[in-house]
T-cell receptor, first 112, second 110 residues
Framework: ETGVTQTPRHLVMGMTNKKSLKCEQHLGHNAMYWYKQSAKKPLELMFVYSLEERVENNSVPSRFSPECPNSSHLFLHLHTLQPEDSALYLC???????????FGPGTRLLVL | GEDVEQSLFLSVREGDSSVINCTYTDSSSTYLYWYKQEPGAGLQLLTYIFSNMDMKQDQRLTVLLNKKDKHLSLRIADTQTGDSAIYFCAESLNDYKLSFGAGTTVTVRA
């Protein structure tokens, strides 16, 4: 789905690093989402934003910090991560908060 | 995720039909979705069905919904090697949340 882009596509970081994941949607949508996809586990919803307001924080550790400066951009700031945080992080957007979600290609994160 | 169940693997011969099954538990789901994930990629929306429909057809894809049994299926006609991927069933919950199954890995053999 080229309408939702994510950068970087791959990221390797140490446990003391700080990095950010970026998501951009070109679909004119008003809602954006962060998901975590780990091996052998279903997708986990992390955060939901609607019109730049956070509407869901799904018991995510504070070492993950989202930011939504406008309805087209969503960031996930990472600091002092753990090896178990290694996963594929997927961004999605939908026209409105209840709409069909369209996903980006994901960022494959490896924490050493 | 635990509310949506799918079989983990399906192997199908090229040219045959594939049928991927899914069961869900929330009878108030309004939409049910099928997503496809190829290796190293994100989730691609394949199709979806509104809960008041029984069937939806879109080219090679046919979705069947049995609300009484809370059963959803995806049939892919004339399966091709490019259809090899993981297929996720998802149900929309109260408002914006999607509950995903664990995914069915479809392998197409020549």
């Amino acid at each position: 789905e080229t309408g939702v882009t994510q950068t970087p596509r791959h990221l390797v970081m140490g446990m003391t690093n700080k990095k950010s994941l970026k998501c951009e949607q070109h679909l004119g949508h008003n809602a954006m989402y962060w998901y975590k996809q780990s091996a052998k586990k279903p997708l986990e919803l992390m955060f939901v934003y609607s019109l730049e307001e956070r509407v869901e924080n799904n018991s995510v550790p504070s070492r993950f910090s989202p930011e939504c400066p406008n309805s087209s951009h969503l960031f996930l700031h990472l600091h002092t991560l753990q090896p178990e945080d290694s996963a594929l992080y997927l961004c999605a957007s939908s026209p409105v908060i209840r709409g069909t979600q369209y996903f980006g290609p994901g960022t494959r994160l490896l924490v050493l | 995720g635990e509310d949506v169940e799918q079989s983990l693997f399906l192997s199908v011969r090229e040219g045959d039909s594939s049928v991927i099954n899914c069961t869900y538990t929330d009878s108030s789901s309004t939409y049910l979705y099928w997503y496809k994930q190829e290796p190293g990629a994100g989730l691609q929306l394949l199709t979806y069905i509104f809960s008041n429909m029984d069937m939806k057809q879109d080219q090679r894809l046919t979705v069947l919904l049995n609300k009484k049994d809370k059963h959803l299926s995806l049939r892919i006609a004339d399966t091709q090697t490019g259809d090899s991927a993981i297929y996720f069933c998802a149900e929309s919950l109260n408002d914006y949340k999607l509950s995903f199954g664990a995914g069915t890995t479809v392998t197409v053999r020549a």
